[in-house]
């Protein structure tokens, strides 16, 4: 089966710039999506086909893909930011919809 | 506004059955692939499974339902677009089973991204 790799936990002072990974094999080749979870909450969709923002979600928030890893960055982190963030693909191969194992942003 | 209610949870011995449901409002359900997910406590995100917007395969997708391998046999999804109200049969519940269920309406086709959650709802499985 497919796995997608997250680091548990990653940290930056507010104002600085998150970057959170997501690594898979051949990543670069399927489409990812990132979702942030805040606790007692459900996910919201921030990033789909790698690069793109759904209406409402700030443009702080950019994604890319290539090789074995995608990246969520967020740029000028607030503390508003601190959350779960979960990668998601679609695995052809087994027709399995995937999530990583969830990275938790801490904003110091 | 565009919305999923989901409800149905609870507590439940193992080896019992449970069915979940998940209503939607404010777009047009049965245009839409929905998917379940779930997350037991303090874990991440876990897949269960979709169904297709009409519950019936195509040419792109072979079958109108997917599962993930830990519930196949046991969980069955299906959906009545004539109640907007899709529905999680979960029969030989399990200890491990436990977590919150939410429904998750895809953006587009049945692989694009889940863009509209639910609530979610909390299935305990104990004795």
């Known amino acids: 089966s497919y796995v997608l790799t997250q680091p548990p936990s990653v940290s930056v002072a507010p104002g600085k710039t998150a970057r959170i990974s997501c690594g898979g094999n051949?990543?670069?080749?399927?489409?990812v999506q990132w979702y942030q979870q805040k606790p007692g909450q459900a996910p919201i969709l921030v990033i789909y086909?790698?690069?793109d923002r759904p209406s409402g979600i700030p443009e702080r928030f950019s994604g890319s893909n290539s090789g074995n890893t995608a990246t969520l960055t967020i740029s000028r982190v607030e503390a508003g930011d601190e959350a779960d963030y979960y990668c998601?693909?679609?695995?052809?191969?087994?027709?399995?919809?995937?999530f990583g194992g969830g990275s938790k942003l801490t904003v110091l | 506004q565009v919305q999923l209610v989901e409800s149905g949870g609870g507590v439940v011995q193992p080896g019992r059955s449970l069915r979940l449901s998940c209503a939607a409002s404010?777009?047009?359900?049965?245009?839409?692939?929905i998917h379940w997910v779930r997350q037991a406590p303090g874990k991440g995100l876990e897949w269960v499974g979709v169904?297709?917007?009409?519950?019936?395969?195509?040419?792109?997708?072979?079958?109108?339902?997917y599962y993930r391998d830990s519930v196949k046999g046991r969980f069955t999804i299906s959906r009545d677009n004539s109640k907007n109200t899709l529905y999680l049969e979960m029969d030989s519940l399990r200890p491990e089973d436990t977590a919150v269920y939410y429904c998750?309406?895809?953006?587009?086709?049945?692989?694009?991204?889940?863009?509209?959650w639910g609530q979610g709802t909390m299935v305990t499985v104990s004795s």
């Open positions: 998750a309406k895809v953006r587009g086709d049945i692989y694009s991204a889940f863009d509209i």
């Open positions: 404010g777009f047009t359900f049965s245009s839409y692939a």
């Open positions: 169904i297709s917007h009409d519950g019936r395969g195509s040419y792109y997708a072979a079958s109108s339902t």
């Open positions: 051949n990543i670069g080749r399927k489409t």
């Open positions: 086909y790698d690069t």
């Open positions: 998601q693909v679609w695995d052809s191969g087994t027709d399995h919809w995937v």
